[in-house]
C-alpha cells in the first residue's frame, strides 16, 4: 500500500479577489495509497469538497500540483482533463442522480455508452454483484430503497474500473439502516477488491469505517487518525471545532 493513486503537492486555491477573497486550500500536501479508504473530516468551510473536487480533477488549483495515476493534471488541456477522469476516476454523491426512467443495469452501463462502448451485460451485472445488487439489476429506481439507490451509484462509478473513487457525503441523505449497508459496501470494495476511497463526510460513524481520517481547518491540514473509531473522530472533531470558534473570537 505503499504506491500512491493520487498525490496533492502544495495545492491551494482561492475563490473571489480582493477583499471578498475565500482561500480554501492552503499549500495541502497530501497522499492516498493504493487499496486504502481514506475519509476527510473538518469544520464547516474547512476546505473539504474543495480538496476532492481538486484531486479528482473537478476544479483546478491555483497553485501546486495533483497527480493522479502517475499524471501530472497540470499538463493536461481540459479535454485530456475530462478524458482521464471518464477513464480513471469515479465520483459519488450524496444525491444519487439515476435516470428515474432507466433500469440500474442501464443506469450503470452508462458511462460506458458515454465512452463510445456498448455496455456488455456480464460486465454491468458483475459490478451490480459487486455492490449487493445482481438481483435488482431489472428495477428501476424507484423500487429501490436509498441505500439500494445509493449503491446503483456505486456501480455506476466504478463500471469503468477507475484508479480511485471519490464519495461526496455519500450517506448524508440515507437512513441509518442505508448508511450502514452502503458503508460496509465501500469497505468491502477496499478489502475485497483493492479499491482506493477518498470519502469526504461528517459523521464519526461513517468515518470508523475508513482506514485512516484526515483532518482539516482553514484549508489546512490538521493532522490525521489511523485506524479511527467514532469515539476518537468524534473526540478530535469536537477539538478541532473548539479551536475554530476560539480562533474567530
Known sequence: MDEQTIRLVSVSRTFGSGDGAVRALAGVSLGFAAGSFTAIMGPSGSGKSTLLQCAAGLDRPDEGQVIVAGVD????????VTLLRRDRIGFVFQSF??????TAEQNVGLPLHLAGRRPKRAEVGAVLADVGLAERARHRPSRLSGGQQQ????????????????A??????????????VLAMLRDLVDRRGQTIVM??????????????????DGRL??????????????????????SESAAC
Not at 493534471?73 to 485530456?80: D, H, N, Q, R, W
Request: no cysteine.
Open 73 to 80: 493534471l497540470a499538463g493536461l488541456s481540459e479535454t485530456k
Open 97 to 102: 442522480n439515476l435516470l428515474p426512467s432507466l
Open 151 to 166: 449503491r446503483v451509484a456505486i456501480a455506476r462509478a466504478l463500471v469503468t474500473r477507475p484508479d480511485v473513487l471519490f
Open 168 to 181: 461526496d457525503e455519500p450517506t448524508g441523505a440515507l437512513d441509518t439502516g442505508g448508511s450502514r449497508d
Open 200 to 217: 469526504v463526510t461528517h459523521d464519526p460513524v461513517a468515518a470508523a469505517y475508513a482506514d485512516r481520517v484526515v483532518f482539516l481547518t
Open 222 to 243: 490538521a493532522g490525521d487518525l489511523a485506524r479511527p473509531t467514532a469515539e476518537s473522530v468524534a473526540a478530535r472533531m469536537a477539538s478541532l471545532e473548539s479551536e
